[in-house]
C-alpha cells in the first residue's frame, strides 16, 4: 500500500512563497509519475506540475514560471515550491502519484488527502 503525506500549507500574503512536500511511503511499487494538483470549490481539480518516472517534468497551463516541481533529497520525495503568490491561488492543493506495483501491469492512481493554502490580498 503506498500514502501520500503532504505538508507545507498553510497562510501566506499576496506575492509571498510556499513550497509544498509529498512523501510516498510504502515499498514494492514504481513511480510512473508524481504530481500536485489543486481545487477551489465549483471548479475541476487541475493540474499544477508532474514528474515522470524518468524524471521529465510537466506543468499545467497558466503557471506562468511561478511554480516549480523538483524531486526531494529523501526518496520517492517531491517538492513543489510556489512564488509570487496570489489569492486566487488559495485552494486546496493534493499530491498525486501513479504507481505500478512490481510483478503487474496495471496502474493506479493514489491522491493524499489535501493540504490547504490561503492567500490573503
Known amino acids: 500500500q503506498v500514502q501520500l503525506l503532504e505538508s507545507g500549507g498553510g497562510l501566506v500574503q499576496a506575492g509571498g512563497s510556499l513550497k509544498l512536500s509529498c512523501e510516498a511511503a510504502?515499498?514494492?511499487?514504481?513511480?510512473?509519475?508524481m504530481g500536485w494538483y489543486r481545487e477551489v470549490p465549483g471548479n475541476q481539480r487541475e493540474l499544477l506540475a508532474e514528474i515522470s518516472g524518468s524524471g521529465s517534468t510537466k506543468y499545467g497551463d497558466f503557471i506562468q514560471g511561478r511554480f516549480f516541481i523538483g524531486r526531494g533529497s529523501a526518496k520517492n520525495t517531491i517538492n513543489h515550491e510556489m512564488n509570487n503568490l496570489r489569492p486566487e491561488d488559495t485552494a486546496t492543493y493534493y499530491c498525486?502519484?501513479?504507481?505500478?506495483?512490481?510483478?503487474?501491469?496495471?496502474?493506479?492512481?493514489?491522491w493524499g488527502q489535501g493540504t490547504q493554502v490561503a492567500v490573503s490580498s
Open positions: 498525486h502519484a501513479q504507481v505500478r506495483r512490481w510483478g503487474r501491469t496495471n496502474l493506479r492512481d493514489v
Open positions: 510504502g515499498s514494492g511499487f514504481t513511480f510512473e509519475s
